[in-house]
């Protein structure tokens, strides 16, 4: 049978579930918070459908026609991919920031070779919560169905002809490739759960944890014989559970759902089950919705939709300079819809059926490694072309503010040796800070430089220092002089833990032992708080607040010191320095002062209305230009939430 005479209705539907609910995830619906399932939906229909046809040639055949295999893939794939990746790094560099679009141009590359899934895995990329996301991210799901379509012919034409050498019975018989795929998709469900647990991107994004969702289509299509035996009616009441399972996951799960882990059985269970009763044809069965015409069409452009649909969303905002809001997402989702139709009519279909590339598999092999060259040469040519991001200014000397004292002991602070002690550390870093405000040119020796501004990192965090959501306690985390007898804590959120390299270059000038003690969005208060991302109380943070003043009190430090960040408001349950902050910190001093330390509480840093490093990076002859004023970084009370 040809390519089009498999044609299911229901399938085609169910890739317009998908797309309906990524695209509207991606424009803010928000009542769609889980519309991100959308992409393991395609997970599971591509394991389904490729998988069929592997199947059905190995059975017919005996052997697999690797060529045709993968020009069929370059026909379908590349040439909307192609276009739509040399449109966004063009985009890119004319209206994103030179740095923004140098990184742009390193993620179309990968995406263009069909690594982008592990560059973002391994830049720690957050998916679901990425606050400057790059327009190329939506790649990622194509490098790991690649390298799918890459590994599993090779793997399921290896089962079939181990089991024809070896004589066993039914080699014919689907039963051994559906036992090797069960059990690789066991083996990949049980790193996707652990992964997500100890390093979610990498969860995401990877194939091996991945893997699992296609390889759940797969077994579907080697079960199809045994399904298409089912009565009618179970049949039509399992695909409307499996399709009620796939609406309730876009709708009850959000951003904060640890994903995919054990909540992605939900949305690939359902496409299973869609399926597997689409195999008995059930009339009263889902069919009778996806097999309309509209979701036809949603289906038929899904492919060139889900690639047009992002980068838009990315773009337009950058270079308008503001947020367009809900209407204005639609309605850019509703112009790449259209785009797409017209990708399928003038891109796609051409290629995909031009009768001179499918009599010819080497031709579309030639067209697909042709297409592939043009997007990574755009991408390489773009970023030659795109302006340093870094600063040329003359290279400002370090203005240093020694401590002279033990923290124990008074503090005083010079500049110099020779200078006379002040009696504060107030003056000379309001003087440091009015001098650094009236550097225009970007200085060239930066650390970090700006390039290299958004993946700086204190070193506890990447020690893996900073305690994650659901951890209460800190492990032994110790910097500078770490035999010292003079200790420093630094105790508070991630934003306390910006703090680090300051004080880590105080204690290596004074010798102390500085130990970092922070937790994410778990502010050094004693208060009880709300956490809107795991949706509950945060009971973590009270025990690992309780838990660090016990230590602080075996350890008996000279210094604590106190940092978090100003965003802590009504989604808290409280404000930051409202009556239940200022007393509940007054509380907390005290305890740590009862252990004989000093206390040092520092307030939260003004909030900058722009990303300033991006801003830096188009502006490096006028950095002025990026600061933010006073009354929009602060409030009266010197606090913004």
Same mark, same amino acid.
């Given at each position: 049978m040809?390519e089009r005479n498999?044609?299911r209705a229901?399938v085609e539907?169910l890739?317009?579930?998908a797309?309906l609910?990524v695209?509207l995830?991606?424009?803010?619906?928000r009542?769609?918070?889980g519309?991100?399932?959308?992409?393991?939906?395609?997970y599971v229909?591509?394991g389904?459908?490729?998988t069929g046809?592997l199947?059905?040639e190995?059975?017919d055949?005996?052997?697999l026609?690797f060529?045709?295999f993968?020009?069929?893939?370059a026909r379908?794939l590349l040439?909307?991919?192609?276009?739509?990746l040399?449109?966004t790094?063009?985009a890119?560099?004319f209206?994103?920031s030179?740095?923004?679009?140098?990184?742009?141009t390193?993620d179309?590359a990968?995406?263009a070779?069909y690594?982008?899934n592990?560059?973002?895995?391994?830049?720690?990329?957050?998916?679901?919560s990425?606050?400057?996301?790059s327009?190329i991210?939506?790649y990622?799901s194509?490098?790991?169905?690649?390298?799918?379509?890459l590994?599993w012919?090779l793997?399921?034409l290896g089962?079939?002809?181990?089991?024809?050498r070896?004589g066993?019975?039914g080699?014919?018989s689907?039963?051994l490739?559906?036992?090797?795929?069960?059990?690789?998709?066991a083996?990949?469900f049980?790193l996707?759960v652990?992964?997500?647990?100890?390093?979610e991107?990498?969860?995401?994004f990877?194939?091996?944890?991945?893997?699992?969702e296609?390889?759940?289509g797969?077994?579907?299509a080697?079960s199809a014989g045994w399904?298409r035996?089912?009565?009618?009616? &179970? =049949?039509a009441?399992?695909?409307?559970v499996?399709l /009620?399972?796939?609406?309730?996951?876009t709708?009850?799960?959000n #951003? $904060? *759902?640890p994903?995919?882990g054990t909540?992605?059985?939900?949305?690939?269970?359902?496409t299973v089950?869609?399926?597997a009763a689409?195999c008995a044809?059930p009339?009263?069965?889902?069919?009778?919705l996806?097999?309309?015409?509209?979701?036809g069409l949603?289906?038929?452009?899904?492919?060139?939709w889900?690639?047009w649909?992002w980068p838009?969303?990315?773009?337009?905002?950058?270079?308008?300079?503001?947020?367009?809001?809900l209407a204005?997402?639609?309605?850019?989702?509703?112009?790449?819809?259209l785009?797409a139709?017209?990708?399928?009519?003038?891109v796609?279909?051409p290629?995909?059926?031009?009768?001179r590339l499918r009599?010819r598999?080497?031709r579309s092999l030639?067209v697909?490694?042709?297409?592939?060259a043009?997007?990574v040469?755009?991408?390489?040519?773009? &970023? =030659?072309?795109?302006p340093n991001p870094?600063g040329? /200014?003359?290279?400002?000397?370090?203005?240093?503010?020694r401590v #002279? $004292? *033990?923290?124990?002991?008074?503090?005083a602070?010079?500049r110099?040796p020779?200078e006379a002690?002040l009696?504060?550390l107030?003056?000379p870093?309001?003087?440091?800070?009015a001098k650094a405000?009236s550097?225009?040119t970007?200085p060239?020796?930066?650390s970090?430089?700006?390039?290299h501004a958004?993946a700086?990192?204190p070193?506890?965090v990447?020690?893996g220092?900073?305690v994650?959501?659901l951890?209460t306690q800190s492990?032994?985390?110790?910097y500078a002089s770490?035999?010292?007898?003079?200790?420093?804590v630094l105790f508070g959120?991630?934003?306390?833990a910006?703090w680090?390299p300051?004080l880590?270059?105080?204690?290596q000038?004074n010798q102390?032992r500085?130990?970092a003690?922070?937790?994410?969005t778990c502010p050094?208060?004693?208060l009880?708080?709300?956490s809107?991302?795991l949706?509950?109380?945060?009971?973590?943070?009270d025990?690992w607040?309780?838990?660090?003043?016990?230590?602080i009190?075996?350890?008996?430090?000279?210094?604590?010191?106190?940092?978090?960040a100003?965003?802590y408001n009504?989604?808290y349950h409280?404000?930051?320095?409202?009556?239940q902050?200022?007393?509940?910190?007054?509380?907390?001093v005290?305890?740590?002062?009862a252990?004989g330390?000093?206390?040092?509480v520092?307030?939260?840093?003004?909030?900058?209305?722009?990303?300033v490093?991006d801003?830096?990076?188009?502006h490096?002859?006028n950095?002025?230009?990026?600061?933010?004023?006073?009354?929009d970084?602060?409030n009266?009370?010197?606090v913004?939430?």
């Open positions: 040809t498999r044609f229901d539907g890739r317009a579930v797309v609910a695209v995830f991606h424009a803010g619906v009542w769609l918070g519309g991100f399932v959308g992409v393991d939906v395609f229909v591509s389904f459908l490729i046809l199947w059905e190995l059975r055949t005996g052997g026609k060529a045709a993968y020009a069929r893939r379908r040439p909307a991919s192609a276009l739509v040399v449109v790094v063009v890119s560099s209206w994103l030179p740095l923004r679009a140098r990184v742009v390193g179309a990968a995406a070779l690594v982008a592990y560059r973002f895995a391994a830049l720690g990329t957050n998916y679901l990425e606050k400057f996301a327009p991210q939506h990622w194509l490098g790991v169905e690649e390298q799918f379509y590994l012919p793997l399921l089962v079939f002809l181990a089991g024809r070896l066993w019975l080699w014919r689907p039963a490739a559906a036992t090797v795929l069960a059990v690789a998709g083996a990949s049980a996707c652990w992964l997500t647990n100890v390093s991107p990498w969860a995401f990877s194939l091996s944890s991945r893997a699992w296609l390889a759940a797969g077994l579907v080697l399904l035996r089912q009565p009618a009616a &179970a =049949a009441v399992l695909g409307w499996g /009620g399972l796939i609406v309730w996951s709708v009850r799960f #951003t $904060s *759902t994903f995919p909540a992605a059985l939900l949305p690939v269970g359902g089950a869609v399926i689409g044809a009339r009263l069965g889902p069919a009778v996806l097999g309309t015409r509209p979701m949603g289906g038929r452009i899904s492919y060139s889900y690639l649909h838009p969303l990315v773009l337009v905002p950058a270079m308008l300079g503001h947020a367009i809001g204005g997402n639609l309605i850019l989702t509703a112009g790449s819809g785009l139709f017209a990708t399928v009519k003038l796609e279909d290629v995909r059926f031009s009768p009599v598999p080497r030639a697909g490694a042709g297409l592939t043009v997007a040469f755009a991408s390489v040519g773009t &970023a =030659a072309a795109l870094n040329h /200014g003359q290279a400002a000397a370090p203005d240093a503010i #002279t $004292s *033990t923290p124990g002991g008074q503090q602070a010079v110099d020779a002690r009696e504060s107030s003056a870093i309001v003087q440091a800070v405000v550097v225009r970007v060239a020796n930066l970090p430089s700006v390039a958004h700086d990192q070193q506890p990447l020690d220092c900073l994650r959501w951890g492990p032994t985390c110790q770490t035999t010292s007898r003079t200790g420093v959120d991630s934003h306390a910006m680090f300051a880590d270059q105080v204690a000038a102390w500085l130990e003690l922070t937790k994410v050094p208060v004693e009880s708080i709300f809107p991302d949706g509950r109380q945060y009971r973590e943070c025990q607040r309780a838990n660090v003043l016990q230590r009190r075996a350890e008996r430090p000279a210094l604590v010191v106190l940092g978090s100003r965003h009504d989604l409280f404000k930051v320095y409202g009556p902050w200022t007393s509940a910190l007054a509380k907390e005290s305890e740590i002062r252990t330390a000093r206390v040092v520092l307030g939260p840093a003004p909030k900058p209305t722009l990303d490093p801003c830096l990076s188009a490096l002859s950095a002025v230009a990026c600061l933010s004023s006073r009354t970084a602060v009266a009370a010197g913004r939430a």
